[in-house]
């Protein structure tokens, strides 16, 4: 995935920051938003996992830090929940104009409940995914337990929470008392996906049944077994991420696909809002060609001619491994790496202008095994044997005629 730093204004004029991710082969076809869990950033290991699951699929991903934390401005003791859901409604509107309205929402834990309070203010929003999530976003008071009776007498309290401290106001826990998840979730017509570890330990499994219950259908359940509350473990936030996308792929519109047939071997087609994007069918194959970002394309794949060098990397690994297997040479494997460029003749008496200059493709040929000098000298002159090779040795023609499209 392509990762960008961003930043975008909340409600309060304070500088929130994000990373934008997107799909490194296609532009993406829909734009979620993250939101991370209580006291957590925008880096948190299994956000990061969940955006890069997400962005495989096409999707782009907005994940930034609420305010107060990370590298968001403002004060973690002057927020709320409340300013949470504002600071959502904020990356909303930053998609929206810079790209076009998000339609999949994910939170987690605290996120999550923000996320559907978020999902609920917003009528592109089709898809919401929690995972961990509290049925009540009071439900986080536990973890400051101890500390509510000073909260409640001096208006504060320091509190330590995942080796950190914070400072928890009165206004702080008012305001998660005020915000009753159920009564959000009801009226709301939005699918749902909610996901929960039976083991979790700061957000019991009844959470997610409290929810499921509350929801209207569309909704789903995933359990997510075995998996602690912050998805320490890669594979889980991975699948997490894998099922989130194609879960939601029923929920929100794919956009338009190139429906490409052709009676011929390749078929590319280009429209003209696309630059050099051009997307390809070779025989049963889908492809993507593309142009590098310094000629003015999307790198969205390779360029016409390391599609050429690939043809060729590809006739000569195979046909060096007919000859060896037919002569029964122990070939363990074949690399050939090959470049294009046009450089002068070998033989050129005329360097100095440009018409000197050939199609040279530069190929060079690793092999595994265990051969002698002579099997190598051997299949190297097999190389030059490759049919694509002596294709491009060969006077070749192209026979090029207009025809109705199909």
């Known amino acids: 995935m392509k990762t960008k730093k961003v930043n975008f204004t909340n409600a309060l004029g304070h500088q929130l920051a994000g990373r934008l991710e997107l799909p490194v082969d296609q532009q993406p076809h829909n734009f979620a938003i993250f939101a991370h869990c209580f006291t957590c950033t925008k880096n948190l290991g299994a956000v990061r996992n969940i955006s890069e699951a997400l962005t495989s699929k096409g999707i782009g991903v907005l994940r930034f830090d609420f305010t107060g934390l990370g590298e968001s401005e403002g004060d973690f003791e002057n927020t ?4 949470n859901v504002e600071d959502l409604l904020a990356a909303s509107q930053y998609i929206s104009d810079t790209f ?6 994910v939170g987690h834990s605290l996120g999550g409940a923000a996320a559907i309070f978020a999902a609920a203010k917003l009528d592109h929003i089709k898809a ?43 206004q702080f826990v008012e305001d998660l008392k005020s915000n009753a998840l159920p009564e959000v979730i009801r009226p709301m017509r939005k699918s749902l996906l909610i996901m929960h570890s039976p083991q979790d330990e700061y957000v019991g499994i009844t959470n997610a049944e409290e929810i499921y219950r509350a929801a209207h259908h569309p909704k789903s359940f995933i359990s997510l077994n075995g998996a602690d509350h912050l998805l320490s473990n890669k594979a889980d936030s991975l699948y997490a991420g894998r099922v989130i996308a194609e879960w939601a792929s029923r929920y929100i519109k794919q956009g338009k696909s ?3 047939k052709t009676s011929k071997d390749v078929v590319a087609s280009l429209s003209d809002d696309t630059m050099f994007t051009t997307a390809m ?16 394309g999307n790198n969205f794949g390779p360029s016409p001619y390391q599609l050429v060098s690939a043809g060729l990397s590809a006739c000569t690994a195979m046909t060096i491994q007919m000859y060896a297997r037919r002569k029964k040479w122990k070939v363990q494997n074949v690399e050939v790496h090959t470049s294009y460029s046009r450089d002068h003749a070998v033989d050129c008496e005329n360097c100095e202008t440009e018409n000197s200059k050939i199609d040279t493709f530069r190929r060079e040929i690793i092999l595994e095994g265990e051969l002698d000098a002579k099997q190598k000298n051997r299949l190297l002159e097999i190389a030059d044997k490759c049919p694509v090779h002596k294709t491009l040795h060969s006077k070749t023609q192209i026979i090029t005629t207009l025809r109705d499209g199909i």
Do not use: C
């Open 80 to 83: 709320n929940f409340s300013g």
């Open 100 to 105: 076009m309205p998000p339609s999949l929402i």
């Open 128 to 170: 919401v995914a929690t995972i961990g999530t509290p049925s009540s976003p009071a439900h986080v008071q536990h973890l400051f337990k101890s500390d509510l009776d000073t909260i409640a007498e001096t208006g504060l309290a320091e509190v330590q929470l995942s080796g950190r401290t914070f400072t928890i106001t009165k």
């Open 258 to 260: 190139v429906d490409l």
């Open 281 to 296: 069918k070779l025989g049963d194959h889908y492809l993507t060609a593309d142009e590098p970002e310094s000629f003015g």
